[in-house]
């Protein structure tokens, strides 16, 4: 079953050699997803899934040792997904940035799979792979990588929508107030107009918390690209 979430931002700018010379901008988030995965490791969990979207090609399990590479960033920086064989395919950009969260706080406290989860997979079928992700193991935790709303500001990827602050104020309170039925609420349609990759992913986590009776608290919820980024944690 379910025993503890961290729900972090997925953009590359997060690792610091990525942002370069902006990487003081996303400090505080880096810091709040430190503290996300120390209440992961405090679950004592016997299985660590890091859940994240993913473009076609890239979805799927991808086994532990997995490399993600930030090479197409421009930074010759290469990760691992924990330890072990490892896969044929290279993480997709939101687990990879998992990975370095792993590898920065140095993450031995149980082994890891990644799931790169499509986009555009509905509530329902979101909700059953959570389910099945908690079942798969005594104690499992996730570690749920996305984004919300791209929307925030004339100045963000998807331009300014209206729509996009109340989303992302929904989205937080779900993901602070561990509310699975809220996040499996969230509009699907509407988080495609405003770009929100965290949508499926988030989803996944209500399906493997029902019943789990976990509490949630909000550590981090900013929008400085005009993206937001949310860090949460569940225990």
């Known amino acids: ?6 729900v972090c931002p997925c953009p590359p700018l997060l690792v610091p050699a990525v942002a370069a010379g902006a ?32 473009e076609e090609g890239a979805r799927g399990v991808h086994p532990g ?26 993480l997709p950009a939101s687990l990879a940035v ?7 706080t140095r993450w031995a406290d149980a082994p890891i799979e990644g799931l790169g989860v499509d986009e555009t997979l ?25 984004d919300g709303s791209a929307c925030r500001t004339v100045k963000a990827p998807g331009y300014l929508d ?25 509009d699907e349609g509407l988080a495609h107009d405003l770009k929100a990759a965290g949508r499926a992913p988030w989803q996944v986590l209500a399906g493997a918390a029902e019943g789990a009776g976990l509490a949630g608290r909000l550590l981090y919820e900013d929008a400085p690209y005009g993206v937001g980024y949310f860090v949460a944690a569940w225990s």
């Open 1 to 6: 079953m379910l025993v503890a979430a961290a």
């Open 23 to 54: 990487a003081s901008e996303l400090a505080d988030a880096r810091t709040a997803c430190s503290d996300a995965l120390a209440v992961l490791a405090a679950s004592r969990p016997d299985r660590l899934v890091v859940v994240g979207p993913a």
């Open 65 to 90: 040792g997995t490399a993600g590479s930030f090479a197409g960033f421009g930074v010759d920086l290469t990760v691992r997904l924990g330890s072990g064989p490892g896969g044929d395919r290279p």
């Open 98 to 104: 998992g990975a370095w969260l792993l590898e920065h």
């Open 122 to 146: 509905d509530a329902a079928r979101c909700a059953g792979t959570g389910r099945e992700i908690a079942a798969s193991a005594q104690r499992v935790a996730l570690l749920v990588m996305g």
């Open 162 to 186: 209206e729509r996009a602050e109340p989303f992302d104020a929904e989205a937080a309170r779900a993901l602070g107030a561990a509310d699975p039925a809220a996040l499996l609420a969230l």
